[in-house]
């Protein structure tokens, strides 16, 4: 797929910070034909790797979430010698566990009118026409293969009485097509994946390698031909040679340093290989998830997702009169006290198509726009509530006359509907109770956005191969399936899509012409040199030997982010936020303290190599964001807004991946150029 | 309460060679809303800005679901709140003035890396025993082929509930890992799926956990009490079934 030559746009900002623009589209890779059928033709048709060569072939995987784990464990069954990689003590750490409301697949067990083309739909639109057509519906289409083969696994989904798989919605769509495991979805299908994992490991296929992190990428006659490891239990720097790399390290959140990602989950494997060459897509897109337990002081590590689901049943609001949200901020009045006509559910008045179902992008901003103009709920002023009681009653309601109880009886309506809202979001509740000490069966939940996922990342092909011939990129940390902004329920879809049912296949196009290539040699002068990089960049940071914490550069990195490249950005911001950054990145390596040792387990150590990571992937966020002079998705410029306030996209000049060569400081924007052929690009609306 | 001041116990220990002992520390200024380990970063921060080295300890989601995070919080395992991770204790169950000793989790299969931090791949090497099905990706029917009973299938979700964390092991007497083979023996067996294999499962996971050297399980039921996921002894109970039924009509043997 060659685009036509385009115009790029280049203003004065972008002469400002000094990027470099090449005009040449890069190649997706995307196989000819109908959309439709592009996929299972070219899947018959690519080049295979026999059995017995299987065997002499050597894969890396770098993390051993849903698509690294999926991956690693059928390349396993498929005969190749896999070496797996995780920071994490055990494979079935990774974050994905942390997924909580469930999977989309395009089933129609509902009969609701769904379809793969539906799915398609829904995620291209979802994206705001920013992903690549042929990879959204390849998803849609492996998406029903999923459900299938972790029912296989033995992932206990929720079923219906009749014994069936039982299915809910998600925001920006209107069928119920996500699959569930109560609120902890996310930890059934890792531990389907991590189980399938583990059979491997015991038939010898996979050799398992744990608390290893991936410090470097080693490239070799231009093909990725291994990584350089650093044992953390020890501190020992390892070579480790194979065929091709895969990562699957999921995404970046954590740049913004407060977000819904594990405190560990970090960016470096892939910033190792930006690097190295690697082009980093789309970095400014990040998702900043609407239902989240709101900040409560300095001290707070990170941030507490309420899944999405709960917007089937609950309904936003704010007080309409801003002397109630401010007794309420000082603690004179609770939710409670709000009758029902002073309150704004400002998604049902702003959406009536979705209501509380709008996608996450659009509630969030919504949040946004009424804490902004003083109607926060939380003592911070940055929080809205997200309230169950229409539903308890209405399920109350529901259950008494089922059972031929009274129905007006208020208090046992409330009762009963309090058990079937317990029984959908028990765990959810729990946890709420758990961290705020208030009890939200009683008291609306108290809700506020946060960084939740990142839908940029490396650029790949059709293949999920990245520029770097041999370097695979699956999951979250690639940039190819939710354009720029994702959908609910579908973050597992795609790690498992890439894990189980296309990089095996695809990673064959590299894989079949390797099959004459011997073991690749771990000692080889490239190997060398990249172990003594990584050596001279860790004695760099010891020898700072400065008085400032790791963490606390990382607080400062997160809060640079938040403010001028979170849920709403500027040019003037950007600007700022990139020589801001670029001061802190120096004051880094002139006064951080990282104590300890390399050959110990030194966590402050592991920290300081991630956040320097970070200090440089933040920059060219700022870049990007700079660069896309409209706005789409999770990206909201100020500059770019219809007078409604909504998201301005401009088609005629963005509808292009950015593809970013970091070149130490000095980027290169490559361009994709996003060609529709099948979706008509229209302004996304919900209303 | 949002200025408690706390007298913290922490266990040292270099490394899994070296002889570990207690420090103490003076911790101010802790809130009530802090989580345990939002306060351990907090002292952490002080123990760094005095250029010492911070203690370690292990944990990642912070959200309860990750199984990362461990601790011996005045005695138990997670501390002294039921149903509940480490990462999920907040600072208001404690009171101004409180002495808490914190260790790492105390088991000869689980030896300490440092500090507090200690090494848990035993649990793995059970599960690559023969805690999976043996299918390979793409050989799956239709999710919808087999229809399972909503309650059962609920019943395998609770066992499948499990975080993998090891408090199990922490809270027993024994340092028995039976909870944790149970939990994974249980899920799968509860279900179709998981059926066809279920007695040789047992067999080889109950065999691995033994050659790990966790104790054996005297059905004095601490795993259950302590069990942040309330995963229930129940399920120990039909891993004795399987492992009992597979002793009798396998051509495996058992030692």
């Keep these: ?687 | 309460m949002d200025n408690m001041t706390l007298t913290l116990k922490l266990w040292r220990q270099k490394n899994a060679n070296s002889k570990g002992a207690f420090e103490t520390h003076t911790l101010a200024g802790v809130s009530e809303h802090m989580s345990f380990l939002e306060m351990l970063d907090v002292l952490n921060e002080q123990i760094i800005n005095e250029g010492k080295e911070p203690f370690a300890f292990e944990h990642d989601c912070r959200e309860g679901i990750c199984g990362t995070c461990s601790l011996m919080i005045n005695g138990y395992a997670h501390g002294p709140q039921q149903g509940t991770t480490t990462c999920q204790l907040h600072m208001r169950h404690f009171n101004d003035g409180d002495t808490v000793t914190i260790e790492p989790w105390r088991s000869q299969a689980f030896p300490v890396v440092k500090d507090l931090v200690v090494n848990r791949d035993a649990f793995d090497r059970i599960i690559q025993a023969g805690g999976y099905v043996s299918i390979n990706t793409g050989q799956a029917q239709d999710g919808n082929a087999i229809a399972i009973e909503k309650e059962q299938a609920a019943g395998a979700f609770d066992a499948a509930t499990c975080i993998g964390c090891g408090a199990c092991v922490a809270a027993c007497p024994n340092a028995s890992a039976m909870l944790f083979t149970a939990a994974k023996v249980s899920h799968l067996a509860q279900l179709p799926q998981g059926e066809v294999e279920a007695a040789k499962r047992a067999q080889k996971m109950v065999a691995q956990h033994d050659q790990e050297g966790f104790g054996r399980c005297s059905n004095i039921t601490a795993c259950e009490a302590e069990c942040p996921k309330g995963i229930s002894v129940a399920h120990i109970a039909r891993l004795n079934r399987e492992y009992i039924s597979a002793s009798l009509g396998s051509e495996t043997q058992v030692n």
């Design chain 1, 1 to 687: 797929m060659t685009g036509p030559e385009f115009k790029p746009a280049i203003d004065e900002y972008t002469l400002y910070i000094r990027i470099t623009i090449k005009n040449m589209s890069l190649n997706g890779n995307v196989p000819p034909g109908p959309l439709g059928d592009k996929w299972t033709k070219y899947r018959s048709s690519m080049p295979l790797v026999a059995p017995n060569n299987k065997r002499r072939i050597e894969v890396i995987i770098v993390g051993t979430g849903l698509a690294g784990g999926a991956a690693a464990a059928t390349l396993g069954e498929l005969g190749y010698k896999v070496k797996v990689f995780t920071f994490h003590d055990s494979p079935r750490r990774a974050h994905s566990i942390a997924a909580q409301g469930g999977i989309n697949a395009a089933k129609n067990y509902q009969n609701d009118g769904d379809s793969i083309y539906r799915l398609f739909y829904d995620t291209i639109k979802g994206g705001d026409y920013r992903s690549r057509e042929s990879n959204v519906h390849r998803l849609a289409e492996v998406s029903v293969n999923i459900i299938d083969q972790a029912v296989a696994q033995g992932v206990p989904f929720a079923r219906e009485y009749g014994g069936l798989l039982a299915n809910r919605s998600f925001g920006g769509v209107q069928v119920s097509r996500t699959f569930y495991a109560r609120g902890q979805t996310g930890q059934q299908l890792l531990l389907g994946a991590y189980q399938s994992l583990s059979r491997q490991v015991s038939l010898g296929n996979v050799t398992m390698y744990n608390r290893h992190e991936m410090v470097d990428l080693v490239i070799k006659d231009g093909k990725a031909r291994g990584i350089i490891t650093r044992n953390l239990l020890n501190g020992e720097i390892e070579r480790h040679a194979a065929h091709a790399v895969v990562l699957g390290t999921g995404g970046y959140g954590n740049v913004f340093y407060l977000s819904t990602n594990a405190m560990n989950s970090n960016s470096s494997a892939a910033w190792r290989t930006v690097k190295r060459g690697a082009y980093m897509a789309n970095p400014c897109y990040c998702q900043i998830h609407p239902t989240c337990i709101p900040v409560s002081g300095e001290y707070q590590s990170k941030l507490t997702l309420m899944s999405e689901s709960l917007r089937n049943d609950g309904r936003v609001w704010v007080p309409k009169k801003l002397e109630d949200a401010k007794a309420i901020r000082e603690g004179r009045m609770t939710g409670l006290d709000i009758a029902e006509d002073d309150r704004d559910y400002y998604l049902e008045r702003r959406y009536p198509a979705f209501g509380n179902l709008v996608p996450r992008d659009v509630a969030s901003r919504a949040a946004k726009v009424a804490c902004d103009e003083g109607l926060g709920v939380s003592p911070s002023g940055l929080a809205v509530f997200l309230d169950f009681n229409a539903a308890i009653m209405r399920y109350g309601k529901s259950v008494a006359h089922s059972r031929g109880l009274n129905e007006s009886d208020d208090k046992l309506v409330k009762k009963l509907g309090t058990e079937v809202i317990e029984e959908k979001y028990g765990n959810l509740f729990e946890m709420y109770e758990k961290i705020t000490g208030e009890n939200p069966y009683v008291r609306p939940m108290k809700i506020y956005p946060a960084i939740h996922y990142t839908m940029g990342g490396l650029w790949v092909d059709y293949n999920l191969q990245t520029n770097i011939p041999g370097l695979f990129a699956t999951g979250e940390a690639n940039f190819s399936d939710h354009g720029a902004n994702r959908l609910g329920a579908s973050a597992l879809m795609q790690g498992l899509a890439d894990g189980y049912f296309v990089l095996p296949y695809t990673i064959g196009t590299f894989l079949a012409n390797e099959i004459r290539t011997p073991m690749i040699d771990a000692d080889a002068p490239e190997f060398m040199q990249a172990e003594k990089d990584v050596k001279d960049r860790i004695d760099r940071l010891f020898a700072v030997k400065g008085k400032q914490s790791v963490e606390s550069f990382h607080r400062r990195l997160g809060k640079i982010m938040w403010d001028y490249c979170g849920m709403s950005r500027n040019a003037e911001g950007l600007i700022k936020a990139r020589k801001l950054i670029q001061e802190l990145r120096d004051e880094f390596y002139r006064d951080v303290f990282v104590p300890g040792s390399n050959d110990e387990y030194n966590q402050e150590l592991e920290k300081a190599l991630r956040v320097a990571d970070f200090l440089e992937l933040g920059e060219l966020m700022t870049v990007d964001a700079l660069d896309r002079n409209e706005s789409c998705g999770g990206h909201f410029r100020e500059e770019y807004q219809t007078e409604e306030g909504e998201a301005l996209r401009r088609d005629d000049e963005y509808a292009y991946v950015s593809a970013w060569e970091w070149n130490e400081g000095n980027p290169t924007l490559h361009k994709e150029d996003l060609i529709f052929e099948n979706v008509e690009l229209k302004t996304r609306s919900y209303k």
